[in-house]
């Protein structure tokens, strides 16, 4: 009896082990794979286009926020996802939120730019925050940075200090076309 139930065991055991096998294991075809469409080019750092890159005056010690626009000219999507200066300790892309009276910040992870649209990074919207800034920034600075693409590279940027309450909107041209009232 006792071989009995061995024998079954490992007959179960070699049954399970082909039943869960690829085919090319057991010297069948490979499974045929799904038809993914054509290949697109890899993103490239030339196709991504910075500009109206801003952000407000602030102490040292304080945060302060980077606002810009970025520009895919390419035919594939790309992801910024921060950057780098060395007037801050931390560096971190986030989303507005309103609280009641309060205007909040939560962190977010990579921003995704469409292939040929554009993406603006506006006050009450989404922003670069600088956190623990080394020094202050006075209106009429130039503050460097590095903006860090996921997977392709880093373009040196530089940001215009303005005043503390300043809110810029984007130009003209830059905004969505108007909804026309009914």
């Known amino acids: 009896m006792h071989i009995r139930n061995l024998t079954i065991l490992a007959a179960t055991a070699a049954f399970m082990a082909f039943s869960v096998a690829s085919p090319s294991a057991i010297g069948g075809k490979p499974a045929a794979k799904k ?3 054509p290949k697109l080019p890899p993103a490239k750092i030339e196709d991504i286009h910075v500009g109206g890159v801003w952000t407000r005056a602030a102490r040292k010690g304080e945060k302060t926020h980077i606002f810009m626009t970025i520009e895919n000219k390419g035919p594939v999507p790309v992801r910024l996802r921060g950057g780098e200066t060395d007037i801050a300790k931390y560096i971190q892309l986030v989303r507005f ?9 939560r962190m977010v992870g990579p921003v995704a730019v469409e292939p ?5 990074f506006e006050p009450g919207i989404v922003g670069l925050e600088l956190r623990e800034l ?3 920034l006075r209106r009429g600075e130039v ?6 693409f996921a997977g392709i590279g880093a373009i040196k940027v530089e940001a215009e200090v303005d005043s503390r309450t300043a809110v810029r909107y984007p130009p003209p041209d830059e905004l969505p076309p108007a909804k026309e009232a009914h």
């Not at 040929?116 to 603006?120: A, F, P, R, S």
């Open 35 to 37: 038809d993914e469409g």
């Open 143 to 148: 503050l460097p940075l590095t903006l860090e």
């Open 116 to 120: 040929h649209e554009k993406y603006t």
């Open 97 to 105: 939120r309103m609280q009641g009276a309060y205007m909040l910040t």
């Open 134 to 136: 080394h020094k202050d």
